[in-house]
Every structure is written in C-alpha cells, then in structure tokens.
C-alpha cells in the first residue's frame, strides 16, 4: 500500500515516538495519575511529569530533550552504587541449579534527601531444573506468575522494616531473609515469592527475629564517625522504607547474561513481561 499524500516522514515519526514515550512517562509516574491526570508542577515529581511528557506541538530539539530529561530520571533513580564481581568469575566458582531474583527500590519521591533510595532483592532457586532442563516456555511461565503476584497493581510494595523474617527449604530451593515491618508483612512477601513456585508456606521453617531495643540498634539517623579526614554521616541500618518491585530476572550458569523475566522500568525491552 502506498504512502498517502502529503505523508510527512518526520510527524510520523515524532507521532509513533510521542505515543510510545508518554506511555513509558505515564507508567514510570503512575503514582500521580493515569491517563487524566492534569498537570501540576507545584510538586518535584510533578514537574519532572509535565517536562518529560511530548506534546502534539514539540519541535525535534523539545522531543529530544524532553527523552533525555526522562532517561536522566530514570537513571538516577537506578544508580545506586554496588559491589560485585566479573559474572563469569562468579559463574565459574560453582555450578549451581537456575536462580531468580526479584529487585525492589522505593520510589523516587521517597527518597529522604542525601540519601540513597533503598533496595530489595530477594532470589531463590528453581531445584526442579538443570541448564538442559530450562526452556523458554518454562522461562515464561514463571514470567507469568510473577507479573501476577508482583507486577499488577501498579507493582507490589514490599514494607521493609527491622524484624527479620527467614524462611529455610533448601530442598525447595529456599534460603529467605526478609526485613518487614512486623511478621505478617514478612510472611504476605514469602507467600508471595513461594506461591511463584506453587509452594505453600510451612512454618516450622519460618523464623521471626526482633530487636529488644530497635531505636538503639538501628536508629533513624545515624551517627557520624570520622571517616577519610572528616566526620561522615554513616549508613543507615534496616531503614524503614516502601520498595516497590521493579523487575525480575533468571539466572542461568553458563550463561554470561541473566534472562529478563519481567519488568516495569523499561530497563529491559526484552522482558518476557513487560
């Protein structure tokens, strides 16, 4: 079929980009609204909202610098810092059975000034299966479960807090520590990650730990110490935070790079959900 007339390569292009970009806008600022929200920027996410969102009438530069004003928050509010080691080396200290991992962080406009925004991660392994026994359908049918204990609703908030909630099944593929604000909290999150599985919970291998005295051992504002010739905030310790599930990924060995299962940021295009 033929072009029509007067077709104009650059407004069809700016066109299909505005619809997929301010559907990306819309999602990663759910928290203020849908599709009816009516712009205000009296309020810092708001603002960032109303300048990254593509109107009908932006010129290319505006286009362009209203997606890179968008990838700058969206890399702020993933670049916190961390520590590891090559994957290949890891990979090569011990073959072990397919692992999945859940990441958390709280939102952007949660996050206390100077601070770091808090994360979560929770991962377990899949004992019914080999590297020759993981397939793609496999892959995708855990995908789809976890977009429904986790992702629906706007992602799902983990409450993170200073009671320590384990829960130990290695035969399963077990080994779960969970920070909440009371075992309750702790114990709707496991449910939750063995219900992936179609595992129910057994509490006799389920433990609760709580502090005698949670304002001394992890108090809100940490104390300074002197640290690199100058006194220095130290971090904090079990901060009370909402972290909300921000994607999943399947850990194969042999395998340099993880498998993106599901995902709400738009960090993965290739999530099997997202």
Same mark, same amino acid.
Request: hydrophobic share 30%; no cysteine.
């Given at each position: 079929m033929a072009l029509p007339d007067n077709f104009s390569e650059a407004e069809h292009l700016q066109d299909l980009f505005r619809r997929y970009a301010n559907r990306q806008v819309r999602d990663f600022f759910a928290d203020?609204?849908?599709e009816d929200w009516s712009p205000d920027i009296s309020t810092t996410r708001g603002s960032l909202r109303?300048?990254?969102t593509h109107k009908d009438d932006d010129s290319l530069p505006m286009t362009l610098l209203r997606w890179e004003l968008f990838n700058y928050v969206r890399r702020l509010k993933f670049d916190v810092p961390m520590i590891g080691i090559p994957v290949t080396t890891f990979n090569s200290?011990?073959?072990?059975?397919? $692992?999945?991992?859940?990441? &958390? $962080?709280?939102?952007?406009?949660?996050i206390e000034p100077s601070?770091?925004?808090v994360t979560g991660r929770i991962s377990f392994r899949l004992m019914g299966y080999e590297t020759d026994t993981i397939t793609p359908t496999v892959a995708q049918t855990f995908a789809s479960r976890i977009r429904t +204990? &986790? $992702? +629906?609703?706007g992602g799902y908030v983990?409450?993170?807090g200073r009671t320590m909630c384990t829960y130990n099944d290695w035969d399963k593929g077990y080994s779960l520590q969970v920070l909440s604000r009371s075992e309750a909290n702790g114990r709707e999150v496991i449910d939750r990650v063995l219900d992936i599985q179609n595992h129910t919970i057994d509490l006799a291998k389920m433990s609760v730990n709580e502090n005698q005295s949670e304002a001394a051992a992890f108090p809100v504002i940490p104390p300074n110490d002197f640290i690199y010739g100058e006194s220095r905030r130290t971090p904090r310790r079990r901060p009370l935070a909402d972290v909300r599930f921000q994607?999943?990924?399947?850990?194969?060995?042999?395998?340099a790079n993880a498998i993106p299962l599901v995902d709400r940021t738009g960090l993965y295009p290739s999530a099997l959900v997202s």
């Open positions: 203020l609204g849908g109303h300048g990254a200290e011990r073959r072990y059975k397919p $692992q999945i991992i859940l990441y &958390f $962080q709280e939102d952007f406009g949660d601070y770091h925004p +204990n &986790f $992702q +629906n609703g983990w409450r993170k994607y999943a990924t399947l850990h194969i060995d042999s395998m």
